[in-house]
C-alpha cells in the first residue's frame, strides 16, 4: 500500500512539473483581424479556427485606428512605397486587436494565418486564414507578430501603453 501511495504521488509531482514546464514555454502573440475581415464577415470564421487550433484569446477588442496610430504601429515599414496605402487601409474600418496565448504561439500564429501575399497564399497555402479571406498583400485579412519581441511590443501597443486619442473602442450593446 505504501508503495501504491509512493507510486501515485510520483506519478502526481511528474505531471505537475511537466505542466509547469508547458506554462513556462506558453508565449503571447497579437492577432489583428484587419477591416477587410470584418466588412468580408470573417470575424467568426477566423476565431473559430483560432480556438480550434488550440490558442486562448486572452483579450479581444474592435477598435478604429486613426492615421497617427495606424503610422505609429506600423513604423517599421514607413521608408516603403506601400506605407502610405497601409495607413489609409488600416484606418479604413474597424480592427479586431485580440492577444493569443499558445505554446509557440508566436510561430504557430504565421503558420495558421499564411504568407503575407494572400494571392499567393491561395496557391501554395490554401488552407491558410489568408488564402481564406485575403486578397492581396495589403488585403490580406490579418496581421501576426513576426517574433515574441514584436509581439511583445505589440501587444504593449494595443492594450498597455497606447493613449486613448488614437484608438477608438467600438462599444457593443448586448440587447
Known amino acids: 500500500m505504501a508503495v501504491l501511495r509512493l507510486l501515485l504521488l510520483r506519478v502526481v509531482c511528474c505531471q505537475a512539473y511537466r505542466s509547469a514546464g508547458r506554462e513556462a514555454r506558453s508565449e503571447r502573440t497579437l492577432a489583428i483581424i484587419k477591416p477587410d475581415g470584418l466588412f468580408g464577415n470573417h470575424m467568426d470564421a477566423v476565431k473559430k479556427i483560432i480556438l480550434e487550433s488550440g490558442f486562448r484569446i486572452l483579450k479581444e477588442k474592435i477598435i478604429q485606428l486613426d492615421e497617427e496610430s495606424a503610422a505609429s504601429f506600423y513604423a517599421e515599414h514607413s521608408a516603403r512605397s506601400f506605407f502610405p496605402s ?90
Open 86 to 175: 497601409l495607413v489609409q487601409y488600416m484606418t479604413s474600418g474597424p480592427v479586431l486587436v485580440m492577444v493569443l496565448g499558445k505554446d509557440d504561439a508566436v510561430s504557430s500564429w504565421r503558420t495558421l494565418i499564411g504568407p503575407t501575399d494572400a494571392s499567393k497564399a491561395k496557391i501554395t497555402h490554401p488552407q491558410s486564414i489568408r488564402a481564406m479571406c485575403g486578397t492581396d498583400a495589403e488585403k490580406n485579412c490579418v496581421h501576426g507578430s513576426d517574433s515574441p519581441q514584436s509581439a511583445q511590443r505589440e501587444i504593449s501597443f494595443f492594450f498597455h501603453s497606447m493613449p486613448s486619442a488614437g484608438v477608438q473602442a467600438i462599444e457593443h450593446d448586448e440587447l
